[in-house]
């Protein structure tokens, strides 16, 4: 089992920046991948950027160039440091881990809600 604890979200007004962070406990395994999704009031979860546990990262076009994911594999944490927020930014942001042992364990964190403001 793994146990992913977000914090960091927040208020912002648009134009201002936020980190997240992403603490994983458990069984965690040495090739791995973690990410952030975020959903949007009555849109579907959609992918903002993943890392690879050899630090290769891909994002979704609409935060290329403002959001940066990055990872400290010695403290099995994730961040997001997401710059020059939009209000369509705005929305609840899950961090996700994928575990991959002789199978792929997929876990997710409760959840922590992004505002920006205009």
């Known amino acids: 089992q793994v146990q992913l604890v977000e914090s960091g979200g927040g208020l912002v007004q648009a134009g201002g920046s936020l980190r997240l962070s992403c603490a994983a406990s458990?069984?965690?395994?040495?090739?791995?991948?973690m990410g952030w999704y975020r959903q949007a009031p009555g849109k579907q979860r959609e992918l903002v950027a993943v890392i690879s546990s050899g630090g290769i990262a891909q994002y979704a076009d609409s935060v290329k160039g403002r959001f940066t994911i990055s990872r400290d594999n010695a403290k099995n944490t994730i961040y997001l440091q997401m710059n020059s927020l939009k209000p369509e930014d705005t929305a609840v942001y899950y961090c996700k881990a994928v575990m991959r042992w002789t199978t792929a364990y997929t876990y997710w964190g409760q959840g922590t809600q992004v505002t920006v403001s205009s």
């Open positions: 458990g069984s965690i395994s040495g090739t791995n991948a």
